[in-house]
């Protein structure tokens, strides 16, 4: 047939609305013939008709979209629904009422309609990305990146793939191939806020924080109202220390969203920090609901505001919930093994980012040297970002195993957990920062167990055992708690018995103090810091002529309104005196030129403490009913100085003059200490590894014996007698009762 003739039946075709048809003539013509300008003309044209046909008029998809970008998606897919009726195999149609129904989270009916889509332009790859959309929502993940990368295959600069593709490689921790995909978006949409705090977020995850933090400025100036972004960058100003401009921050987004509970309770968190104690205030018109009503606020700032343990655990189950939303529970062993008898040695992995020059590390460095390695195999998982230094070789040098898993995905460091054969898995963190709870949300080894890192319950069936001590507590304390109780005999706390203070003697000169008078001392963090005990203090200096109160320096802020409280009181600020920080072996010599620390009270020295009382400075405290409460009683008690626990507010200020007015009592209270340094429990790092050791065989060998965990009692030496106070507890209800400890 000639081109003549097929041209001729082409053209009727056409007239008889055949184009699919007269379509493939033409097409047969090319392949044959493919310069032939007259056909190529001819199908040119039949195509845009047939485009023409497919769509409703471009005037008509423009409104749907413009409306579907206004948010209006339930008008639109009525509309798209309508019109398909007329325009059956309109690809545009099909696309945006598969969109309208993702937006809905209809998603059975959106992949319906986007599969759709897919059939009619198999060459889009924004579809395919909209298709990924839809499976990563069903959970689908494996299927999500297929189809990510289809479209990547068939435009690698689809804009919605890279950043959709990234997204989902963050969130299964797969940041190595998430980085370059967003780093390409950036390129191609410099100006995207929601790109570049992608992108952000990923580097905040690498240990780049300063990038994290140029990337977060650029997107909040693009756009204010990206209150994720406005979140970040915040809490980036606040480890700053450029606390002011992060409260501003955290303002701005409760502006528009008043309701939330994360961001009020991080504002209030770093308020107490710069002791601005308005912050109590405004704690108290929203207590009732904070962090239980709608997001989840930090578990470390819930149990800052108030002493009360029971209202803080159903704060921190609500974040529990939210940051381990499916937890894989323990495997029993099975039947033929219950009864066995425990291994030669047991494997034990500690898991921590605080591997480095670091409070967790001066108080556990002795520990990892005194285990018993005939009895236990100790492997040390480290997953911070910071330079090897003298702690972590020592150490790396003690454990068994040091590992380095920073760098895996969860899914790869659970892998290799699970190669190990742990038998006891111990959390160093729980909800601090930098922390990898999510290891724990899987099963990591048959019993899991939070140790030090969180002063309080975790709220998370991710762990079996909590590790305290009859102090910290106490009888009637286990209703705080989701995990079991292991109470060791003395305090929970471990110390490292060879920590070293330099040499120097620092005179009160040195440290700019007054020569003459009495130095009360509080090393507290400033948001440890409240109105109540600082009314005591002030109500100390009046009464003790020439005395000062020597505190961290924390802030410019801070000071200021520190001093201002004081002057409030009557007082002269210059009788506060602020410590520069410095190196740690120094900051632990000065305390002798300190005649008295002085606790705080809702959440009390820990390390802190043991600094003092290593050092030879009394501490007086005062416990509560909250673990972080009661840790200074704990240590005090484990040094045996019971005679510095008070029994109330009152006999906390009567006890604290009574010292201050009587030197000689203050004189052979220091020697008792000097001679219980290294005689009581707190700082003998050998009694209490054999301590925790034992708990770690009681936990086993009740696995062993087929049992679920249960309290436990460590009781291989007799407990000091602490002459604590009676706790008081009180039954939670629906009228909290409003205490602020």
């Known amino acids: 047939m000639s081109i003549a003739v097929s041209m001729t039946k082409a053209n009727r075709l056409e007239r008889k609305n055949k184009q699919e048809d007269a379509a493939k003539i033409y097409r047969d013509i090319l392949a044959k013939f493919p310069k032939n300008a007259r056909a190529q003309a001819a199908l040119n044209s039949l195509q845009k008709n047939m485009q023409r046909e497919l769509n409703p008029p471009q005037e008509l998809q423009q409104k749907l979209a413009a409306a579907f970008d206004a948010g209006d998606h339930a008008k639109v897919a009525s509309a798209c629904a309508s019109l398909l009726n007329s325009y059956r195999r309109s690809c545009f149609l099909w696309n945006t009422l598969g969109q309208c129904h993702l937006k809905s989270q209809n998603l059975d009916e959106a992949a319906t309609c986007l599969n759709k889509a897919c059939e009619l332009n ?31 295959s068939l435009d690698g600069d689809t804009l919605s793939a890279l950043n959709n593709m990234a997204n989902t490689l963050t969130d299964l921790g797969r940041l190595a191939e998430a980085e370059p995909l967003l780093e390409r978006a950036c390129k191609l949409a410099p100006k995207s806020a929601v790109i570049l705090f992608n992108y952000s977020n990923v580097l905040l995850r690498t240990g780049r924080v300063e990038q994290a ?27 700053d220390g450029d606390k002011e401009a992060a409260i501003k921050r955290f303002e701005h987004i409760l502006e528009t969203t008043p309701s939330d509970d994360r961001t009020r309770a991080d504002k209030l968190h770093v308020q107490a920090h710069l002791n601005d104690w308005s912050w109590m205030e405004e704690y108290q018109q929203f207590r009732r609901q904070l962090g239980l009503t709608s997001k989840p606020c930090s578990a470390f700032a819930s149990l800052t505001f108030e002493d009360n343990p029971d209202l803080l655990r159903l704060r921190i189950q609500a974040y529990s919930n939210a940051a381990l939303p499916q937890v894989k529970p323990a495997t029993p ?12 040695r047991l494997r034990i992995g500690y898991f921590s980012s605080d591997f480095h020059d670091h409070a967790t590390m001066r108080l556990m460095a002795g520990l990892f040297e005194a285990h018993d390695q005939s009895r236990f195999d100790i492997i040390a998982y480290s997953y911070d970002t910071a330079p090897e230094d003298a702690m972590r ?29 742990l038998d006891i898995a111990i959390d160093l963190k729980g909800f601090t920062g930098n922390n990898r709870m999510a290891l724990f949300a899987n ?24 590790i305290g001590d009859h102090v910290t507590c106490p009888a009637g304390s286990e209703r705080y708690f989701e995990e079991h109780l292991i109470r060791l005999p003395h305090s929970y706390q471990v110390n490292d018995d060879k920590r070293v203070l330099s040499g120097r003697q620092y005179t009160r000169k040195d440290c ?21 005990e600082f009314d005591i203090w002030m109500r100390l200096l009046d009464q003790v002529e020439d005395s000062v109160l020597w505190l961290l320096d924390c802030s410019e802020t801070s000071k200021t309104n520190l001093r201002k409280e004081a002057k409030r009181r009557g007082q002269d600020p210059d009788r506060l005196i602020f410590a520069p920080r410095i190196a740690q072996e120094e900051h632990l010599a000065r305390h002798r030129a300190a005649d008295l620390f002085l606790d705080t009270f809702v959440v009390n020295a820990h390390t802190t403490a043991s600094d003092a009382l290593w050092a030879g400075l009394p501490v007086l405290t005062l416990p509560g009913r ?9 240590l005090v008690s484990a040094m ?4 510095m626990i008070a029994k109330s507010a009152a006999d906390y200020e009567a006890r604290a003059l009574e010292l201050a007015n009587d030197l000689d009592a203050l004189a052979s209270l220091r020697s008792k200490l000097q001679r219980n340094r290294l005689s009581t429990p707190l700082f003998d790092t050998k009694g209490f590894t054999k301590a925790l050791e034992q708990g770690f065989d009681m936990a086993y060998a009740r696995y062993l014996q087929g049992l679920p965990p249960a309290h436990l009692d460590v009781t291989d030496s007799p407990a000091l007698e602490t002459h604590l106070p009676p706790p008081a507890f009180a039954n939670i209800s629906s009228e909290l009762p409003n205490q602020m400890r």
């Open 393 to 421: 070789r020592r150490v790396s040098q003690a454990a068994t195993i040091f590992k380095d898993i920073h760098q895996l995905t969860d899914a790869e460091a659970t892998q290799q957990v699970l190669a190990d054969k």
């Open 122 to 152: 198999p060459k889009d790859p924004a579809i395919f990305s909209s298709l990924g959309d839809v499976h990563r929502a069903q959970g689908q993940i494996d299927n999500a990146l297929a189809l990510y990368k289809k479209a990547l």
């Open 333 to 344: 062993l099975p039947a033929e093994l219950i009864g066995t008898d425990r291994p030669d």
């Open 213 to 239: 933090k140029t990337f977060l400025e650029q997107a909040t100036e693009l756009a204010p109202e990206l209150s994720g972004a406005q979140y970040n960058l915040a809490q980036l100003q606040s480890l």
């Open 626 to 634: 909250q673990f972080a409460s009661r840790v200074g009683a704990s």
């Open 640 to 643: 045996g100085l019971p005679e």
């Open 443 to 466: 099963r990591l080894a048959p019993l899991h167990m939070s140790y030090l890192g969180f002063p309080g319950t975790l709220g998370s069936t991710a762990i079996d055992y909590f």
């Open 512 to 532: 700019g103090l007054p020569d003459n008078g009495f130095v009360f001392c509080s090393f507290n963090s400033s948001y440890k810091i409240t109105p109540v």
